[in-house]
């Protein structure tokens, strides 16, 4: 059964007379590559391979590309359970939506504001990672020296565009640029294995004893935090075709591809060096750029230079990819009355969430323009303690969902084998949950930063929780019958 409280946009208004309505999202626009596209995009393979693998190797060692093999593996038992529940909720704030139907409508709805802060931090971060990499690359280039921020700024506004239009649109800008930074890894690895053959492939790193070393826990941080972005599949559940195959359909092959490929670009980069001395130069100063010296070494300096210019794409994909997950969160909550209604917006011509979008933009430029007043560092600072948090925020919702999904299926499997919906989520929300606590206690290694500092943007995350329990009771207690049909707008089809 479907139950919905939107009415859509009179079919008989004027061209351009009412551009936005309160309707639904655009059905059946999103096929299964278009949301692989969405998902890896928003993983930013280039970017995690050349500035997050080489931290993650200095700090756990030779087992880096086992501990990407093993997150995969983890957050595959999470998808199992996951987009099994994708096929009876389907509903664009997918993480609250199962923690409502799973744990309760208040936790969920507490979950929906710690998933709209979280989402909406990583998209104007990622920007500021492109403002970031786009001046040097500008720099290089013409010898200009432009202010990382009006280059964000830039970035920002292009892709409130992106996300105004049509979603396959966005599908199509994604795939070019995924496409593109593939390559470049590829061609990277092609000549690692041409010039050292089989010396670059050392089998010690798959050896499990190399993740009983001490930094072990700190370098699994940074490689789950890798994978975020692989849960928004289920986010645009109401705009694909054929949800109940396309969605799990996805989500396991960017969970497959990108742990693959994660561990294998990461393995033939510690082949190119040898492990050791991999380890030695990814400790030292020499580390962020182990990517792009390897490129250099052994396909040329051309590569390494197309390596810099395409991680700006890859930044721009990833800024894209996020702003089309936050912005549906924010829909999805005003269309349920939990942020202000104008929020749940639909463009009568493209069937995007208008006003969210403009939202979510606006959002985005007073975060980059407060950077730039504050003369903060756009990587060091306003893109690493954004996504940090954000990260972290994710983390825990899908320790909650996972717990949700066991708790959904705990009296009714609905067809669904005891694998999927029970020990699956039961041991990935074990899983997840250990790690969202170690996140925690090694935070300083995703904000480069200790005490207060990150006190402070620790504490928005309770506090937002906090917030939302706060409502959900507040409507609980004035509108029962309001508080019962919280998540249930275009979400249940048993």
């Known amino acids: 059964m479907t139950t919905t409280t939107d009415s859509p946009a009179r079919p008989d208004a004027a061209p351009g007379a009412e551009e936005q309505s309160t309707g639904r999202l655009a059905a059946g626009r999103i096929g299964t590559f278009d949301l692989v596209f969405f998902v890896v995009a928003a993983a930013a393979p280039l970017t995690v391979l050349a500035g997050v693998a080489p931290f993650a190797i200095g700090i756990g060692g030779a087992g880096a590309p086992l501990a990407y093999l093993v997150s995969g593996a983890l957050l595959a038992l999470f998808a199992a359970g996951f987009t099994a529940m994708s096929r009876h909720v389907r509903n664009a704030g997918a993480f609250y939506a199962y923690v409502a139907r799973g744990l309760g409508r208040a936790l969920g709805v507490g979950t929906a504001y710690v998933a709209v802060v979280s989402y909406n931090l990583v998209t104007p971060g990622v920007a500021a990672a492109f ?38 649109l966005s599908a199509k800008v994604l795939g070019v640029a995924l496409v593109l930074e593939v390559l470049s890894l590829l061609v990277m690895d092609g000549g690692i294995i041409g010039d050292r053959g089989t010396a670059a492939l050392d089998p010690a790193s798959f050896d499990p004893s190399t993740l009983a070393v001490g930094g072990a826990a700190g370098m699994f941080v940074l490689v789950i935090g890798a994978f975020t972005g692989f849960e928004s599949t289920a986010i645009f559940a109401e705009e694909v ?3 109940q195959r396309t969605v799990p359909r996805a989500t396991f092959i960017a969970i497959g591809f990108l742990a693959v490929f994660y561990a294998a670009g990461c393995w033939l980069v ?12 990814a400790r030292a100063a020499a580390g962020p750029d182990l990517t792009f010296t390897a490129a250099e070494m052994y396909a040329g300096p051309w590569l390494a230079d197309a390596m810099h210019g395409l991680i700006v794409v890859s930044a721009f994909a990833a800024t894209l990819a996020f702003h089309n997950a936050g912005a549906r969160y924010l829909y999805a909550l005003g269309r349920e009355g939990l942020l ?43 893109f690493l303690w954004t996504n940090s948090v954000g990260v972290l925020g994710i983390m825990g919702m899908q320790a909650l969902a996972a717990l949700a ?47 207060l500092t990150n006190t402070v943007l620790l504490v928005p995350l309770p506090l937002v929780l906090a917030a939302g329990l706060a409502v959900a009771f507040r409507i609980r207690r004035r509108d029962p019958e309001r508080y019962a049909s919280l998540t249930t707008v275009d979400v249940e089809r048993d």
């Open 340 to 382: 202000p209604r104008r929020l749940g917006a639909v463009s009568r011509r493209h069937g995007s969430p208008s006003g969210a979008v403009v939202a979510q933009t606006l959002f985005n430029l007073a975060l980059i323009g407060g950077g730039a007043l504050l003369a903060a560092d756009p990587y060091g600072e306003v």
């Open 405 to 451: 999904v066991w708790a959904y299926f705990r009296h009714d499997r609905k067809g669904m084998s005891a694998f999927r919906v029970v020990w699956a989520p039961l041991v990935s929300c074990a899983g997840l949950a250990l790690l969202t606590v170690l996140a925690v206690i090694h935070f300083d290694l995703l904000t480069g930063r200790t005490g």
């Open 270 to 281: 510690m082949g190119a060096f040898g492990t050791g001395r991999a380890v030695e130069l």
């Open 241 to 243: 075709r054929d949800p």
């Open 131 to 168: 403002g970031y990499f786009a001046t040097g690359s500008v720099r290089d280039a013409t010898g200009a020296d432009v202010p990382w921020w009006l280059l964000s700024g830039v970035c920002v506004a292009a892709v409130g565009v992106l996300g105004w239009l049509r979603v396959t």
